[in-house]
T-cell receptor, first 110, second 111 residues
Framework: GQQVMQIPQYQHVQEGEDFTTYCNSS?????IQWYKQRPGGHPVFLIQ?????EVKKQKRLTFQFGEAKKNSSLHITATQTTDVGTYFC??????????FGTGTRLLVSP | EAQVTQNPRYLITVTGKKLTVTCSQN?????MSWYRQDPGLGLRQIYY???????DKGDVPEGYKVSRKEKRNFPLILESPSPNQTSLYFC??????????FGPGTRLLVL
């Protein structure tokens, strides 16, 4: 089946440092979604990218979709303790059937 | 307020004892699905439903059953739970836009 690889698995940063997580697929993606899951919480939708080379920003978060639509990244500028959680990318294979990456757990120390 | 509710939130049971985890949504969404989340594996889809009486297998359906008799409810049934079904379960709904809405999760331990 289709798979989405996500790296790193875990990152621990000091507050104020930047953070990036990467998502890679062996096949071309029709679109990609990003979710955040706080510790003990449920996944919450952040954004969807559809177009080749697309870049979207949400405050300190920057999302990119690769030109070949096989990879995506989420970059957080100047992390804050509220950014703690696990970030998942998810490939939408049709009718919202999502294949999730394994997630990147972010820990931010004050 | 748009809501996806799951019950129970926590459950400890024994091998072979049938159980049902309920999922209910108040958004009139046609699409509902179930995921399980395990460490290092992310979320994997168990079953999904495109509408009432329409269900289909996801990536890990073995050992699970579902039913969709009404639009708002999508229960997950474990006829004979086994320890490898110990996991965190999420119900999710989609109404046609970008966003998929997840329930709060049900943590299941099968002894």
């Amino acid at each position: 089946g289709q798979q989405v690889m996500q790296i790193p698995q875990y990152q621990h940063v000091q507050e104020g440092e930047d953070f990036t997580t990467y998502c890679n697929s062996s096949t071309t993606l029709s679109n990609i979604q990003w979710y955040k899951q706080r510790p003990g919480g449920h996944p919450v939708f952040l954004i969807q990218l559809v177009k080749s080379g697309e870049v979207k920003k949400q405050k300190r978060l920057t999302f990119q979709f690769g030109e070949a639509k096989k990879n995506s990244s989420l970059h957080i500028t100047a992390t804050q303790t509220t950014d703690v959680g696990t970030y998942f990318c998810a490939m939408n294979t049709g009718f919202q059937k999502l294949v999730f990456g394994t997630g990147t757990r972010l820990l931010v120390s004050p | 307020e748009a809501q996806v509710t799951q019950n129970p939130r926590y459950l400890i049971t024994v091998t072979g004892k049938k159980l049902t985890v309920t999922c209910s949504q108040n958004m009139n969404h046609e699409y509902m699905s179930w995921y399980r989340q395990d460490p290092g594996l992310g979320l994997r889809q168990i079953y999904y439903s495109m509408n009432v009486e329409v269900t289909d297998k996801g990536d890990v359906p073995e050992g699970y059953k579902v039913s969709r008799k009404e639009k708002r409810n999508f229960p997950l049934i474990l006829e004979s739970p086994s320890p490898n079904q110990t996991s965190l379960y999420f119900c999710a709904t989609w109404g046609g836009g970008e966003t998929q809405y997840f329930g709060p999760g049900t943590r299941l331990l099968v002894l």
